[in-house]
């Protein structure tokens, strides 16, 4: 079982920036595809961006794309989403999913095999 910890959320102002962060428990990082998920009130969690196994692989939302950008450090186990440009239509819970397929990034939330607890972004307006 992977554990996964998002951090890095709080409140920002509409065209800030903001850093978030997913560590991860496993020693077989690598392994797994990486994706951040995000889930406004009353919404379904929506999809926002992925990166296989070696970071050389990256999706976005065209809700995001030119705006957010992911990476990850395997010899740190962590994945990164950098939010620049930030609209109040960006607030929701950012989830971390990992997928045991690590060369797959899918839009599906039902493709990921294990969730963090999530990490709130509120821009304000």
């Known amino acids: 079982q992977v554990q996964l910890v998002e951090s890095g959320g709080g409140l920002v102002q509409a065209g800030g920036s903001m850093r978030l962060s997913c560590a991860a428990s496993?020693?077989?990082?690598?392994?797994?595809?990486m994706a951040w998920f995000r889930q406004a009130p009353g919404q379904d969690r929506e999809y926002v961006a992925c990166?296989?196994?070696?970071?050389?692989?990256?999706y976005y939302a065209d809700s995001v794309k030119g705006r957010f950008t992911i990476s990850r450090d395997n010899a740190k186990n962590t994945v990164y989403l950098q939010m620049d440009s930030l609209k109040p239509e960006d607030t929701a819970v950012y989830y971390c999913?990992?997928?045991?397929?690590?060369?797959?990034?899918?839009?599906?939330?039902?493709?990921?095999?294990?969730w963090g607890q999530g990490t709130q972004v509120t821009v304000s307006s």
């Open positions: 999913g990992a997928d045991s397929r690590p060369t797959v990034c899918s839009g599906s939330y039902y493709s990921y095999d294990y």
């Open positions: 496993t020693r077989t990082f690598s392994n797994y595809a």
């Open positions: 990166t296989t196994w070696s970071g050389g692989n990256k």
